[in-house]
């Protein structure tokens, strides 16, 4: 005994704790999932450490060299493959594995493949650097050096580093918190089992004097706890469970045939410590115990697994019974010649007692006669062992075991009487079943108590749970623990007071799923007056709810953000604004507006701008706090709601957080967008105290920003409040200009520049705003805020109605001159324009030709093929078409190809900076390429002689500017066509 509770004995003992531990996750890992790519290579593992731990253990305390040399070279079975199969697991769970093919896979195991034949099966190298030494701890193994071990140590340490690599990466990628923090613990872990593992086996033994033994595999328990913790925080999956067929009529259910075989395996286990407690005690040879109780364990998990093996039930049964009865002659000629056997006799009554529950005839029968077949082969072989084995205690035993036999047959035919009366009972009400079987409604019997006494297949089918788990269960489990204790004590009394109750309810399928249920409940009363039990009827609504929900996120949320709409922000905004005036806090609207939200949708389409919406409300909501409201009202247009703000400093915060964000680039289709914003804020009460008051301050806000340069925030102030006051005056002058004619057009002559003269060949027609008191207001200040307010179209069809007419009069005191009209994207986009033009040259009487169209070099962000169409009938009209402030935009000499145009005008930008060597160049490509594609070129904005000098020499062209005249009225410009001298 006293070499057996040596130091050695007791890592020897650690060495097989470790064994049970690894492989009990082994087999609880497999049995959640066989097919699993991950949990299998996961099994692999756990096997080599089992191998590993086992034979270490056997090894270390071997009573003799040659048998720690042998199970040494078993060992390398374990260790020898353990860190290939840690690369291939690490390759799974980092998802390289995919870019690598199985043959490739292949190639990772053949250095462990190597390092087997060389440690384990080579007996020349094997007895070479398998140099095992006694100490104190058991055997030592001292390092011997050479190229095995060179081969071995470039192996190891090559595959720990590129897992270490891997590892690191992975963990890097992880974006969500949570998996971040599984995956470090994971890393550190493996981490920590390599370096102690590698100290204590390979570096102690070359540093200490005195050896000491192998004790990497306890390292490797580390990992495999962190392994626990994370999958029990579900981090990330090692399994999946696959669905176990399940039979109503056995006395088990899945869940219970697991549980039951799980304590079997626990048995074994325990079975193992006891064999090898009895070892300590009775000073036997521990080795031969560890053998004996690996076996167990093995065979205990053997059981373990037969549940959740894909067989029918019977053949599972069949497997159980099988390795229970080897189990019997097993433990019991272990212990026949040791002390153990007064006691272990009495195993074979508890397997008999165990057979009773799987209702199987042929279980108890096998478990009885390899029962009488040990105790007779027993009484055989040593019927006077010691003077404790005499035959009448042979014959007690056989006699024990027939009582025992007797009374399992007796329960078995009381469970047998028991199914008879409940099919007895079965048939009375099949009826009844019958008619709860067809009904799409759940139905179920419940007694005073709350239990389930019947359930129909609708009910089951609802809640997930077969007949067997809910019989005889508290109605209770099926809650969703949405409604309180309270709320069923309330039903109960108002259902025992008036006989029936009905309202909605919550519960929880098997799955957890939470259901709503309309549930009716009924009592039913017995010849006392006494309530007997209740009838529930369970509806599921579920469809009825999946539709309010989506009739309320049309009504109240944006369908393509999933943001809060107009209609519900306004909700959110009073009764914000309700809660901060009782509590006397601050509340802060935003206005948000993209800024060049329009490019997008123009060069990449609708489907485009939809994305770029949806990655925008995710910022921005990522921005604010949960409690804050993001909205989105339509279009290009966010507004964000901070409640509880203490100082308009933090409002500050989060509009910069909020323009950061947006200002970051946003990918599609390959092209890099940043769309920016730009934000208007308004502070209640201190600027107003209503939804619309407040929601009107902080889009005023929004306007001023945005004519400040965008890509800012504004708060309200007394100088946003002026210009909304001009912004709302100047839309009044519109409405009365546009009523009682105070919008004029001005014509800007165009002069034809040839190689012999000049002369008046053409005017732009530019709009003017005349206010009452005679005062003019120029078109940058009323133009936007006409596409705002949407009275650009109605503008628009009045310039080009008063073009013609003023065409008409030209023609009358006998000027031909093209009037050019600038068109608005608004006008171009529907086919109305075409009628409008038609009807106002029809109305004056005048000719195509009398007419020109300007459009920007912008629109062609628009729907292209439908701009063109629209263009192209309108030049069927016989009217020339050109592309105004050309070079601004980004058109390609591919577009302009398609395109119906006649002529180019050049933007006064370029104009102005003819002085630079580089824009005479770019001015001078511009119309060489424009007369190559046979387009005419108008210039604008020409103001100087120097400029003139220089676009003469591209005759013929057409120019306009302060040079030659300002834009006039009709008179004036009458008599200045009149008095035109040729330059």
């Not at 159980?320 to 272990?334: G, K, N, Q, Y």
């Amino acid at each position: 005994m006293i070499d057996i509770i040596s130091v050695a004995g007791l890592i020897s003992l650690g060495f097989y704790l470790l064994f049970v531990f690894i492989f009990v996750a082994n087999i609880w890992y497999l049995s959640a999932s066989s097919k699993n790519a991950l949990s299998r290579v996961f099994f692999l593992l756990c096997l080599c450490l089992s191998v590993w731990s086992l034979t270490f253990a056997l090894s270390n305390s071997a009573l003799s060299q040659d048998y720690a040399i042998i199970w040494r070279r078993f060992s390398a079975l374990g260790w020898g493959f353990a860190y290939s199969v840690i690369l291939h697991f690490v390759l799974i769970l980092t998802g390289y594995s995919s870019k690598i093919n199985k043959y490739s896979l292949l190639l990772l195991y053949i250095p462990a493949v190597i390092t087997f034949f060389l440690f384990g099966l080579y007996n020349p190298t094997t007895l070479k650097y398998i140099n095992l030494v006694q100490t104190p701890y058991g055997w030592a193994q001292l390092p011997v050096g050479g190229p095995c071990d060179t081969f071995f140590y470039i192996y190891y340490v090559g595959y720990i580093a590129i897992s270490f690599v891997l590892l690191i990466i992975w963990w890097v990628r992880q974006k969500d918190r949570h998996e971040r923090v599984n995956a470090g613990l994971f890393f550190f872990s493996f981490l920590f089992a390599f370096v102690s593992g590698s100290l204590t086996d390979v570096v102690a033994n070359r540093l200490f004097e005195h050896p000491i033994p192998s004790i990497a595999p306890f390292s490797f328990t580390v990992p495999l706890i962190a392994l626990g913790i994370i999958i029990r925080r579900k981090g990330f999956r090692l399994v999946e469970p696959h669905e176990i067929e399940i039979h109503d009529d056995s006395i088990f259910s899945d869940s219970t045939r697991k549980k039951f075989h799980f304590y079997l395996f626990i048995n074994y286990i325990i079975g193992s410590l006891i064999s090898i407690a009895h070892s300590f005690y009775y000073e036997i040879s521990l080795n031969n115990s560890i053998v004996f109780s690996a076996g167990l364990v093995l065979l205990g998990g053997v059981v373990f697994y037969i549940p959740f093996m894909n067989l029918k039930i019977l053949y599972k049964d069949i497997l159980t019974v099988f390795f229970v009865a080897i189990s019997i002659p097993v433990i019991h000629f272990r212990f026949l010649f040791e002390n153990g056997s007064r006691t272990v006799w009495a195993l074979p009554l508890v397997f008999m007692t165990i057979s009773v529950v799987f209702n199987r005839r042929f279980f108890l029968v096998v478990i009885a006669t390899v029962s009488f077949l040990v105790a007779a082969i027993s009484w055989a072989i040593a019927p006077t062992l010691d003077p404790f084995f005499t035959p009448f205690i042979h014959f007690s035993r056989i006699l024990f075991l027939i009582i025992g036999l007797i009374f399992s047959f007796y329960i078995k035919k009381l469970y047998f009487a028991r199914t008879l009366q409940l099919q007895e009972a079965n048939q009375q009400l099949s009826l009844s079943e019958q008619i709860l079987k067809e009904t799409s409604e759940g139905v179920c019997v419940i007694s005073p108590e709350g239990r389930f006494l019947s359930v129909n297949a609708s009910f089951c089918s609802m809640t997930g749970y077969n007949a067997v788990e809910l019989l005889d269960e508290n109605f209770m489990m099926i809650n969703s623990e949405q409604q309180g204790e309270s709320f069923f004590a309330n039903v109960k009394e108002k259902t025992d007071k008036y006989g029936r109750w009905q309202g909605e309810v919550w519960n929880r399928r098997k799955d957890g799923e939470k259901i709503p249920n309309w549930v009716s409940l009924n009592t039913v009363k017995d010849e006392h007056k006494t309530i007997s039990h209740y009838i529930v009827v369970v509806s599921d609504i579920s469809k009825i709810k999946t539709a309010e929900e989506r009739i309320r996120k049309l009504a109240y949320f944006d369908s393509l953000t999933g943001l809060p709409n107009r209609f519900y922000f306004n909700q959110i905004l009073e009764k914000t604004l309700v809660r901060a005036n009782k509590f006397y806090k601050m509340t802060v609207l935003m206005f948000v507006d993209l800024d060049r939200f329009k490019n997008v949708n123009d060069s990449l389409g609708h489907s485009s701008g939809d994305e770029v919406l949806i990655i925008v409300a995710e910022r921005l909501k990522k921005v604010v706090k949960s409690s804050d409201t993001v909205a989105r009202l339509g279009g290009d247009e966010f507004t964000i709601v901070l409640e509880d703000l203490d100082s308009p400093h933090q409002a500050i915060i989060i509009a910069k957080r909020v323009l950061e964000a947006l200002s970051q680039p946003i990918t599609l289709d390959n092209r890099e967008f940043i769309v920016g914003a730009s934000i208007g804020i308004a502070i209640a009460p201190t600027d107003d105290v209503t939804a619309e008051g407040l929601l009107m301050k902080a889009d005023a806000t929004l306007y001023y920003s945005k004519n400040n340069g965008r890509g800012n925030f504004s708060f309200y102030s007394s100088e946003v409040q002026l210009r909304q006051k001009k912004y709302l005056d100047i839309e009044e002058k519109m409405k009365c200009g546009l009523k009682n004619g105070g919008f004029k057009l001005f014509l800007q002559p165009q002069i034809c520049v040839t190689k012999t003269n000049n002369y008046l060949c053409g005017a732009e027609a530019l709009l003017r705003l005349i206010t009452p008191d005679n005062q003019m207001v120029p078109p940058n200040e009323f133009i936007q805020i006409a596409e705002d307010v949407g009275m650009i179209v109605d503008i628009g069809n009045f310039v080009i109605e008063e073009s013609a007419r003023l065409a008409s009069e030209l023609n009358k005191q006998g000027i031909s001159l093209p009037i050019s009209i600038n068109i608005s994207v608004r006008q171009l986009e529907n086919f109305q324009i075409v009628s409008v033009i038609k009807d106002a040259i029809l109305l004056n009487r005048i000719k195509a030709k009398d007419l020109k169209i300007e459009v920007t070099e912008s629109l062609f962000y628009k729907d292209v093929p439908k701009i063109i169409a629209i263009l192209s009938e309108i030049k069927s009209l016989g009217i020339e078409i050109g592309i105004d402030d050309f070079g601004t935009g980004f058109s390609s000499l591919s577009s302009l190809v398609k395109l119906p145009i006649d002529f180019l005008k050049i933007d006064k930008s370029f104009i102005d900076r003819l002085g630079s060597k580089d824009e005479k160049g770019l001015v001078a490509t511009i119309m060489t390429i424009a007369k190559n594609m046979n387009l005419d070129i108008v210039v604008e904005g020409l103001e100087k002689e120097e400029q003139l000098l220089f676009l003469k020499k591209y005759y013929p062209t057409t120019i306009q500017g302060y040079y030659f005249s300002r834009p006039l009225p009709y008179a004036d410009f009458v008599n200045f066509y009149k008095n035109f001298q040729k330059l």
